[in-house]
């Protein structure tokens, strides 16, 4: 029989506090992203919460959705974002901000997110392994990559006429 070591179970506490002050980080990073009040700011705020989030799935060990939500949300969408806020004309109008939605949203979300970790730990998800996830994407998903890649270059064209409209 093995005796545990006095350092094991503060081990635990000590990576229960990191991850729970890791979650505060990209909780802020999400609130401060929506409560911005210049459209940059928000978009590079959304993308650090983003970038952020994708820790998550390697702390899960899901290292597949970590690299996708690297490529695609974090770098692909947050780009999408950027270029359309390029093309889009500047506006100078400030936007209103309901500061009591901010408070509410502080104060309802870390209990739920809580009761969300407490839960997801209690769960009996078969775990599968990126080989299975990415057959998985590959035998179902192809058909719904294929349609995002259309919509893609739609979005690119039109962006290009209306860039070229303007222009003239």
Do not use: C
């Amino acid at each position: 029989m093995r005796v545990p070591r006095k350092t094991e179970g503060g081990g635990h506490a000590l990576k229960d506090i990191l991850l729970s002050l890791f979650s505060s980080i990209v909780l802020l990073s999400a609130i401060f992203s929506l409560e911005g009040k210049k459209l940059l700011y928000s978009v590079a705020l959304f993308s650090a919460f983003l970038t952020l989030f994708s820790v998550y799935y390697f702390y899960l060990g899901v290292e597949f959705l970590g690299v996708v939500q690297l490529l695609v949300y974090a770098g692909g969408v947050t780009v999408l974002m950027l270029f359309s806020l390029m093309l889009a004309p500047e506006v100078d109008e400030k936007l209103s901000i309901d500061r009591r939605r901010g408070l509410l949203s502080l104060l309802v979300l870390p209990p739920i997110m809580y009761w969300a970790t407490r839960l997801g730990s209690r769960s009996n998800f078969p775990l599968l392994d990126t080989k299975d996830i990415s057959r998985n994407i590959s035998d179902h998903y192809v058909l719904v990559l294929l349609i995002s890649l259309l919509i893609v270059s739609v979005i690119i064209s039109i962006s290009s006429i209306l860039g070229g409209e303007k222009e003239k």
